[in-house]
């Protein structure tokens, strides 16, 4: 059976890669990066590869997404590294998308909301973002330009992502390392989202693909947690010891770095409407717990 084709941008990166490799049977994907010759900084660079692609698709995952790197860039502003790959390079993916006739999939943040919810509240995709940090900043101004360019596009905003194997650790990794050597560590306690399974992403890609849908959709996991939390239940999951977990605010822990949120928790209204569902963390964990031993066992 004949495959359909993805261009897409970032799928070398923490979620890229796992999405291709979960729906490879399904897409040829073709990357475009400076690996493969493509800067997306680069208009005509970006033009030339998208508009020459056959694929009706693109993904655009590409990122600067070091949130204290990009608060560095803040005083930079346009001339900044953040807002040239986030907000510049999403234009010229925007453009060639609209001189090839292509429709744009955007990867997003739940961090373009303020995040000053009470726990227990979350966004809906109906929301306007009031983006906390320069990240988030240059994120939604990317999200604009997307919907006023006038292009097919879905944006889904997904938070915290974390998988069970790649080159670079995210936090849930790294919570498992530190536990598993048994070395003490801070996790924070009063920041709260509901972290998003990559598995889960390419569930929902692939869904909103052959559903032909569009617009504005969230993704994020069915728990709500906080990093303290988080590194709880990696220990309970993987039988660690919990007391190597100490507690710390946002405040002692990100002083002098970038703003961090106090609950930016993500309501997937639209993805369960069409009958699709991600995993709260607790399964998501135990999900990576087997896909561990999985591997070790092989």
């Known amino acids: 059976m004949d495959k359909d084709n993805i261009v897409g941008t970032g799928l070398s990166g923490l979620v890229g890669s796992r999405i291709v490799e979960l729906l490879s049977q399904k897409y040829n994907f073709h990357d475009l990066s400076r690996k493969t010759g493509t800067d997306i900084t680069d208009r005509s660079s970006a033009t030339d590869k998208i508009s020459n692609s056959d694929s009706n698709i693109v993904l655009h995952m590409a990122a600067k997404t070091d949130v204290d790197g990009c608060e560095k860039d803040k005083d930079l502003k346009e001339n900044g590294e953040a807002w040239k790959i ?87 990794r790294i919570f498992y390392s530190l536990l598993k050597d048994e070395k003490e560590f801070s996790a924070i306690t009063d920041n709260y989202f509901t972290p998003t399974f990559i598995d889960d992403i390419a569930v929902v890609l692939q869904n909103l693909i052959e559903k032909n849908q569009s617009g504005i959709f969230h993704a994020g996991g069915l728990q709500t947690v906080s990093p303290f939390e988080c590194a709880n239940i990696i220990a309970q999951t993987f039988n660690l010891d919990k007391s190597l977990i100490k507690s710390t605010t946002r405040e002692v822990y990100f002083k002098d770095r970038a703003y961090r949120p106090f609950n930016t928790s993500l309501k997937n209204a639209r993805i369960e409407s069409l009958g699709i569902q991600t995993r709260s963390f607790n399964e998501g964990i135990q999900e990576i717990r087997n896909q561990i031993l999985k591997i070790k066992n092989t």
């Open 86 to 172: 986030n907000v510049l390079g999403t234009e010229n993916i925007i453009e060639a998308c609209k001189s090839s006739e292509k429709k744009l999939i955007y990867i997003s943040t739940d961090m373009v909301f303020k995040g000053d919810k009470s726990l227990g509240q979350t966004y809906s995709e109906e929301e306007t973002p009031d983006p906390c940090n320069w990240y988030a900043q240059t994120k939604y101004e990317a999200e604009k330009r997307i919907i006023s360019a006038g292009i097919p596009f879905i944006i889904l905003r997904i938070a915290y992502p974390y998988r069970a194997v790649f080159e670079k650790k995210e936090y849930v």
